[in-house]
């Protein structure tokens, strides 16, 4: 499966962006899919998991209440609403995809968020 990930961009603290993720290729909703976030000099983090049905979600503890993951089995497409962004949202995000069954996780190439006044 191929990712690619959008949206990304320039916000003001405060404001919202929702990041968008393509997949490529048949079974979707065969992945779960995750999104994840790396600041430079800093390690990669979760940031929100949904499962394949879309009915189980889960989201760190930096993001909870401020982001939403969603997805949309027939377009192939996992987004992520970001809400209320701070400057330590300042990351490049990617989103990854695990076929259920199976450790391989495939990565997009990431879009780059960056909260500053």
């Known amino acids: 499966v191929q990712l690619v990930e959008s949206g990304g961009g320039l916000v003001q603290p405060g404001g919202s962006l929702r990041l968008s993720c393509a997949a490529s290729?048949?079974?979707?909703?065969?992945?779960?899919m995750s999104w994840h976030r790396q600041a430079p000099g800093k390690e990669r983090e979760l940031v929100a998991t949904?499962?394949?049905?879309?009915?189980?979600?889960n989201y760190g503890d930096s993001v909870k209440g401020r982001f939403t993951i969603s997805r949309d089995n027939t377009k192939n497409t996992v987004y992520l609403q970001m809400n209320s962004l701070k400057p330590e949202d300042t990351a490049l995000y990617y989103c990854?995809?695990?076929?259920?069954?199976?450790?391989?996780?495939?990565w997009g190439q990431g879009t780059q968020v960056t909260v500053s006044s």
């Open positions: 290729g048949s079974s979707f909703s065969r992945y779960v």
């Open positions: 949904i499962s394949n049905s879309g009915g189980l979600r």
């Open positions: 990854a995809a695990r076929e259920i069954g199976r450790s391989i996780k495939y």
